[in-house]
């Protein structure tokens, strides 16, 4: 047993005894980002109920997982039990600034590496199982394969939780269906503009894909990091699609803490969250493509100019996409016009590493957020009031600033993704900040955000919609 699994305790006798527990949960993430980090904080709220959680993974990735967790308190953190599995050595090469899709390529080696936690969380799966009544398996929907012998475990059930939005979901199956009515006519044509989704993915993300459907167990229920105010009809409609079978469906975000502990005093400040406070409320845009996203010298030289001619506040992050091992690699520093950060002084900050997204989101000075749209980023800034200048990059991203946009209208496009293949202008960056930032209708997109922040924040309080949803599966799982 690994030593910080608490199930094992040492009686007097200094001989080890299994304590029984009533309900065990294990988190199986997909080992990139944006999942590693939604699962971490679902373990913490899981936790939170004062049920076991164990999250498996990687030594690199549950570190990885830790070291980028934000607003939980430590001890949230240091209650999972975190179990390190070896997978056979992949290369992971440095993400192409100048490949023609924004896809990032370099990270298909960690999927594949990925399969093979298969037979390790198998034994693990099985070890716990003997020191529980039930066992609760959480596992990411795309990466069933790792947990396809479930079923032979007679006390074990597992539950699907799906790290995109609900309105992504929707469209996916939208399409499958041959593209029913099925939503506003405005979100139809939007959608219909787009290209089919699985034609979008590299070919070794569809095989993957495939394994990993062909490989489902049995699941018992869905999670989804959204919350019914933000999403209620699309979680409606997919509820509608498994009619008739037992399936149950939580929606118990956002995840992330929609409160953040700011620790104003303490030497661990991010430097920008020190420069934030000097700005004034709601001057500053936050501008950040995700951990995944690589953008070419010319690309940063366009978003350079376009800030700078913006006239408006900026933190930007300029970093290149994640490689399989985030602690070793090597960062290339995209190239930025010169005299640009001279220039920039005091007006705006670039961060060249990995920043605290949330706590910049919930900082009263950031008024609005330059985003690709991955789902966290979107969860984020939603709970944080932010509104959202998009501009998706690849998968389901063009599909959730279609959310935000129309849908939800607590955002606007930067460029229209049919001319995805086209460089976006300095005048297309600048205008898009300014129409955020410094114009009637984006302060009217930012109090929509403001307001659906407010919502949102109340529904993981104390008798809210998404704290009752989480309530009703913790009760579900220990019934
Ligand atoms: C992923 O695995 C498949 C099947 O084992 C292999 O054909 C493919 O080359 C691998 N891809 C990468 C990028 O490692
Ligand atoms: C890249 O990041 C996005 C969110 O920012 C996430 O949805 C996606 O799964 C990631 N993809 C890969 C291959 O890392």
């Known amino acids: 047993m690994a030593k910080d699994d608490h199930s094992t305790v040492q009686n007097q006798m200094g001989t080890s005894i299994q304590e029984t527990h009533e309900v065990t949960v294990v988190m199986v993430p997909l080992l990139l980002q944006g999942h590693l980090n939604q699962i971490l904080h679902l373990s913490c709220l899981i936790s939170s109920y004062n049920i076991p959680v164990h999250y498996v993974g990687t030594a690199t990735h549950t570190r990885q997982a830790k070291a980028r967790a934000q607003g939980w308190d430590p001890l949230a953190v240091s209650n999972i039990h975190f179990h390190e599995f070896s997978v056979p050595s992949y290369e992971t090469p440095p993400p192409d600034p100048n490949a023609p899709t924004k896809y990032p390529l370099q990270l298909i080696p960690v999927l594949n590496a990925s399969i093979s936690l298969r037979e390790p969380v198998y034994a693990l799966l099985q070890q716990l199982s003997t020191t529980t009544r039930r066992l609760v398996v959480v596992c990411d929907s795309v990466t069933p394969y790792v947990i396809k012998d479930v079923g032979l475990i007679p006390n074990a059930e597992s539950y699907s939780f799906t790290s995109i939005s609900a309105f992504t979901m929707c469209t996916f199956s939208w399409e499958q269906e041959g593209k029913p009515r099925v939503f506003e006519p405005e979100i139809l044509e939007a959608l219909e503009s787009l290209p089919s989704h699985e034609g979008s993915l590299p070919q070794g993300v569809i095989d993957f894909l495939k394994l990993q459907e062909e490989s489902k167990p049995i699941s018992s229920g869905d999670l989804y990091n ?165 501009w998706p990059m690849h998968s389901d991203q063009p599909r959730n600033a279609i959310l935000l946009e129309k849908v939800l209208k607590i955002g606007l496009i930067v460029r229209d993704w049919s001319r995805r293949e086209e460089l976006v202008t300095s005048i297309t960056v600048e205008n898009a900040v300014r129409r955020l930032m410094d114009t009637a209708e984006g302060e009217e997109i930012r109090q929509r955000a403001k307001e659906l922040s407010k919502t949102v924040k109340a529904s993981v309080m104390e008798g809210g919609i998404s704290r009752l949803e989480m309530d009703s599966f913790i009760a579900h799982i220990r019934r």
């Open 226 to 390: 959204t919350c019914r105010f933000i999403e209620g009809p699309y979680l409606d409609l997919l509820a509608k699609a498994r009619a008739g079978d037992s399936h149950k469906q939580w929606a118990v975000g956002p995840f992330n803490p929609v409160e953040i502990n700011e620790h104003k005093d303490t030497e661990q400040r991010h430097y920008c969250l020190e420069w934030l406070d000097k700005q004034g409320p709601n001057s500053v845009i936050f501008v950040c493509f995700g951990s995944n996203t690589t953008v070419s010298d010319e690309e940063a030289k366009q978003i350079a100019i376009g800030l700078e001619k913006s006239g408006q506040k900026f933190i930007w992050i300029l970093r290149d996409g994640d490689q399989g091992d985030v602690f070793k690699e090597e960062v290339r520093r995209a190239q930025l016009p010169e005299g640009f950060e001279e220039r920039t002084e005091g007006r705006g900050i670039i961060v060249r590493n990995w920043a605290p997204q949330l706590e910049i989101l919930g900082h009263s000075s950031t008024g609005g957020f330059m985003s690709h749209c991955g789902w966290n980023s979107c969860m984020e800034s939603i709970s944080m009031g932010v509104p959202v200048a998009a």
